[in-house]
């Protein structure tokens, strides 16, 4: 039997429950723990082997964790990349706190990627500061490329803040 295969049976019957509560944010959620503690049995059962590796990164200036989780059998490999942005000025937190927490974050969704968990619905997946997120104010720039894509102003007015002016013109 193939890679593909026994990955397939794995991530049909992984079942990785939001044990989790956040009292705060009123959400349940699943860490990195929960799906480890979920899959391990099922990879037993298909004899694979599985690997979490991270990697600090930069880029322009920010440093990231890079996550990788990476499935064995049979000499063949299979991967998923993930990343999480590190901010070492986080309040509350010492520079190693902030980096683990970038860790487990990008090892979630590394593991969410390989055995195809889908949190896109989480609560915890959004920025609960704010109810009503502002939306950039649209430029006569983007304007005009809505209009040469063709898209609609109630297309645009979904995406940014349009002037009534902006709508006449449109």
Do not use: H
């Amino acid at each position: 039997m193939e890679i593909n295969e026994k990955l397939l049976r794995v991530q049909s019957e992984l079942k990785a429950p939001k044990n989790q509560r956040n009292n705060f944010g009123k959400y349940n959620y699943r860490s990195c723990e929960d799906i480890l503690e979920a899959v391990k049995p099922l990879l037993l059962k298909e004899e694979l082997t599985m690997t979490i590796t991270d990697e600090v990164k930069e880029l322009a200036g920010f440093l990231f964790v890079e996550a990788t989780v990476s499935v064995f059998f049979a000499g063949d490999r299979l991967k998923v990349t993930a990343q999480a942005g590190i901010d070492p000025n986080k309040k509350g937190m010492d520079i190693a706190q902030t980096f683990g927490s970038s860790s487990s974050y990008a090892r979630k969704y590394a593991l969410n990627g390989m055995f195809l968990i889908d949190d896109t619905k989480d609560a915890d997946t959004k920025d609960n500061s704010q109810s009503n997120p502002v939306k950039p104010i649209a430029t006569a720039e983007i304007l005009e490329k809505a209009k040469k894509g063709g898209f609609t102003i109630e297309d645009v007015k979904k995406k940014y803040t349009v002037t009534k002016e902006q709508e006449n013109k449109f």
